[in-house]
């Protein structure tokens, strides 16, 4: 043992450069080229040299493998040759298991990691088993960010024998991006996993605690005289689909039967030997699973991540989050959102439309559009030389029409959607090995309005921005900055909605730092961010600040929940990574946080204390405790004056059990108790998974809450004398289930199931109007509707109140009490007939139901779920690839 640890510490020690500068060479070969069987039987493994000193990183770094691993390169002009082969003493043990591509999975594995730009920035992944599954991946940011939409077209074979086990593969040149030149360098690392003793040894030697991961790999050499690769793919699709759902008597659009062909592609063209075209025409995602059912009871929109391949595959450049990343690259974005607020967010892109159909008061009906047509779409991206690189996008949406009936049976169509265009460019300098990353976006949104209809959407709205991000002190420490602006353009009533929504509500009577301003038709603002952390080290510790003013607006093609904010956060962090007498690794942490708005008032301060361990039998434990003070919030009153908010504490707790075993569990709870309202919250949420010898699995993800809102939002009503703001004290249950079933029938025939039910039950107690929102005593912050000035009569009927209690209603409200129960399900067949060519099968199934009353039972609610009226959409695709 005291010898791995003094081996430890002094790889540790060595100067970077040292570490990173190991080099694998490739041989050409002569004569036949390797048949690709697993078996490595072929005369140029006899003489390719193999890479064999391993390096533990997992459990006891730094110490030697406990089996032998060799992996060999070979090349010729249009292809690589990798072979692998890892010794096991015990080869009865070699654990694979069959999975569908890219599901991650507890195995034996060999990785092979390829920065063919040799930019210490970006690489791709080719993972395997010893069932044949495989894994592909491509990673951005210095292994910030990976992207597993990434599918090469590429040939491979695995074998279990008395020896062990061993991966050929044959990569083409052309899946890959690299400079022309007589002599090319790739930047390389080599993994491999031994899952019985949860064991993983690379090369070179890749410590715990570093900062970076493509800047610290190794070097392929030897690859010399290649010709550049032609570079051109095309993928031709045909789909079709029916829909079944519960028919309307009177709607001429819902008929309980809908069928639909499409036909459509993608073209994928090299123009130069870094950059890559790619383009669709009428893009089909019939097989993306569908979003999960939310009740969003807040200000702000709900994020739904991005699931279409042609926007989440090679759109790492595109990334420029709003708050600072962390250990990558520029493009990375993480933070206030947290992870999910930035420049670009592809789901605008073919959204659901967002103007209303027209329809008569009295009656009428109009056909509903789930999404906008994208008509094309494009993509040039890749490397220009020099450490650069570059992202162009741009998309081009139609002009939406809904088809619509009045009352009188008269046909009609009403416009949704204006055509739109989408436009990002994107350029990113990365020098040093990755050490200094510096660069610069725009996004522009384009609408030609030309309905009266579209008067509240933006004509054009644009961003722009640079950022950099660098390591320096020896990698120890790191620092990220940006600054970004946005101007938006349209008619008065756009910018006067832009100005009153959530994000800035400048209608607010109580702040003077913005005001709202019915005349303008253009609206201007800017953001920015710092960060400086120390990332190395048994102490850590990581410094930002982010500012947004109340003007910035990127929702046109980002993703923002607010503006008017000045964020600040430090952080501590303390870490014990050499195994000890209880835990293996664990680490404490230290947090605080504040937010002021630009009229600097305090909406948040926060204090945290976080720790979290793993036991030497591989299962973790980690729990937590957050303090709140009373703070403002300024969007509780959705654009009324920001009120004073209680302190409260948070508290969580989990664990989770080793997931390497057949069976793995885990649980956590948090609690929320305020100090004067009492109002408090629980959630519980656990996981399990169940892989049972085979390649059959079963994973469910339920999360249960419940308790109660003090101050839940309803309405405001606006009267001669005043403003009414009516909150409820909300008693409010949810739960949601996800269920998972994975069969992979073959390396390239899967099959997956979702379900999801989900249900959400709130009950209004008390209602009030806000009274004094910045009282010194809670109680007086609130006036209470009794009896006396209240009409509430129930069964869905609306509720009157008379504010005054003269005996006249003054206003009336829906009754909020509310109960939503929904099921979707997603059956995907995936079968890669050959290589890049695949069909889908799918049956979607999409449940649910709104009304206020029902049971709050959560058994109850979930069966009401499962027996909701809805549609079941049937649809094959077949997409075939040709590569020239």
Not at 240 to 250: Q, Y
Not at 304 to 323: A, H, N, Q, V
Not at 659 to 668: D, E
Not at 814 to 827: A, G, K, Y
């Amino acid at each position: 043992m005291r010898l791995v640890l003094t081996l430890s510490a002094a790889l540790a020690c060595l100067p970077t450069a040292i570490l990173a500068q190991e080099d694998a060479v490739a041989v050409r070969v002569n004569g036949e080229a390797p048949v690709v069987d697993g078996r490595l039987g072929d005369a140029v493994w006899g003489y390719a040299p193999a890479i064999t000193d391993f390096v533990q990183r997992n459990p006891i770094e730094g110490a030697a493998p406990s089996e032998s691993t060799s992996v060999r390169f070979a090349y010729s002009d249009r292809d690589l040759y990798v072979a692998f082969r890892g010794y096991d003493r015990d080869p009865d043990r070699v654990y694979g298991r069959l999975v569908r591509r890219d599901q991650r999975t507890s195995a034996d594995q060999f990785s092979m990691f390829l920065d063919s730009h040799h930019d210490g920035r970006t690489a791709y992944e080719f993972s395997f088993n010893p069932s044949g599954a495989r894994r592909d991946v491509f990673i951005f940011g210095d292994g910030a960010g990976r992207d597993d939409s990434w599918d090469p077209v590429y040939d491979w074979a695995t074998q279990v024998d008395s020896l062990g086990w061993t991966v050929e593969m044959r990569i083409p040149f052309s899946q890959l991006r690299f400079a022309n030149s007589d002599s090319l360098v790739f930047g390389l690392r080599l993994r491999r996993s031994v899952n019985r003793r949860n064991e993983e040894v690379n090369w070179p030697f890749f410590p715990r605690d570093q900062a970076g991961e493509v800047s610290r790999y190794g070097r392929l050499v030897g690859l010399s005289q290649l010709p550049p690769p032609k570079r051109a793919e095309a993928l031709p699709y045909v789909a079709g689909s029916t829909e079944f759902a519960p028919a309307e008597s009177d709607n001429p659009f819902e008929t309980g039967r809908d069928t639909d062909l499409r036909v459509g592609g993608d073209v994928k063209l090299g123009i130069t030997s870094g950059l890559t075209l790619d383009l669709t025409v009428n893009p089909d995602f019939g097989q993306v699973e569908a979003d999960p059912a939310v009740v969003n009871l807040t200000a702000f929109e709900t994020f739904f991540p991005e699931k279409r391949p042609f926007f989440i595959e090679g759109t790492d450049l595109f990334r420029f989050g709003l708050s600072p990343s962390v250990g990558g690259g520029p493009e990375g974005g993480g933070g206030g959102g947290r992870g999910q607020e930035g420049l670009v967010y592809t789901r605008r892109i073919g959204r659901r439309p967002q103007v209303d159909a027209e329809t008569d008061e009295i009656g009428g009906y109009a056909e509903e559009i789930r999404q906008t047509t994208i008509i094309t779409a494009g993509k040039l991206s890749g490397n220009l030389g020099k450490g650069w690189a570059l992202g162009v996008m741009e998309a081009l949406t139609a002009k939406e029409w809904s088809a619509v009936v009045d009352s009188a049976g008269e046909p009609g169509s009403s416009p949704v959607e204006p055509l739109s265009s989408y436009t990002v460019v994107r350029a990113l300098r990365s020098v040093n090995r990755g050490r200094l990353n510096y660069g610069v976006i725009g996004t522009g949104t384009i609408r030609r309005l030309d309905e009266p209809d579209f008067d509240a959407l933006h004509r054009s709205a644009f961003t722009a921005g640079f950022d950099v991000l660098g390591r320096f002190g020896r990698d120890r420490y790191e620092f990220n900055l940006a600054a970004m602006g946005s101007w938006v353009h349209g008619s008065t009533a756009a910018i006067t909605e832009t100005q009153e929504r959530s994000a800035r509500y400048f209608q607010r009577p109580d702040q003077a730092h913005a005001t709202l301003d019915s005349t303008r038709t253009s609206l201007s603002g800017f953001s920015g961010y710092a960060r400086l952390a120390k990332a190395v080290g048994f102490a850590t510790w990581d410094l930002r600040f982010a500012s947004r003013s109340p003007g910035f607006e990127a929702n046109d093609l980002g993703f923002q929940r607010q503006a008017d904010i000045h964020q600040q956060r430090a952080e501590l962090e303390l870490r014990w990574l050499d195994p000890g007498k209880v835990f293996r690794q664990a680490e404490l942490t230290f947090e605080e946080m504040a937010w002021w708005t630009y009229g600097w008032e305090r909406t948040r301060t926060s204090f945290q204390t976080r720790a979290s361990g793993e036991f030497h039998n591989y299962w973790e434990l980690d729990a937590s405790a957050e303090a709140f003070l009373t703070q403002l919030e300024p969007r509780l009153l959705r654009g009324g004056p920001a009120f004073a908010e209680p302190s409260r504490w948070e508290f969580r707790l989990g664990g989770r059990t080793d997931f390497r075993r057949p069976v793995w569990t885990r649980l956590g709870v948090n609690y929320t108790i305020e100090q004067e309202s009492g109002a408090d919250s629980w959630s519980v949420n656990g996981g399990f998974r169940w892989r049972p010898p085979g390649s059959f699995s079963l994973s469910a993800e339920a999360r249960f809450s419940w308790g109660r809102d003090d101050r839940q939002y309803i309405t405001q009503e606006e009267l001669p004398d005043s403003t009414y703001y009516v909150l409820g004290e909300l008693d409010r249950r949810e739960a949601s289930i996800e269920l998972r079933a994975d069969f992979a029938i073959t390396p390239r025939l899967s099959v997956e199931i979702y379900a999801e039910p989900f249900v959400s039950h709130g009950e209004f107690g008390v209602l009030k109007l806000a009274a004094d929102p910045r009282a010194e005593r809670y109680g007086d912050r609130f006036d209470p509707l009794g009896s006396d000035r209240l009409n509430r009569p129930g069964d869905g009927e609306d509720i009157e109140v008379d504010v005054d209690g003269d005996g006249n209603v003054d206003f009336s409200l829906e009754e909020p009490d509310f109960r939503v129960v929904s099921f979707r399900t997603n059956l995907v067949l995936r079968w890669e007939f050959r290589p890049g060519s695949t069909l889908f099968v799918v049956w979607q199934q999409d449940r649910g139901e709104d009304w206020p009353g029902g049971s709050l039972n959560y058994a109850d609610a979930l069966v009401d779920a499962v027996k909701a009226p809805g549609s079941h959409v049937f649809a094959v695709k077949l997409a075939y690839w040709f590569g020239f």
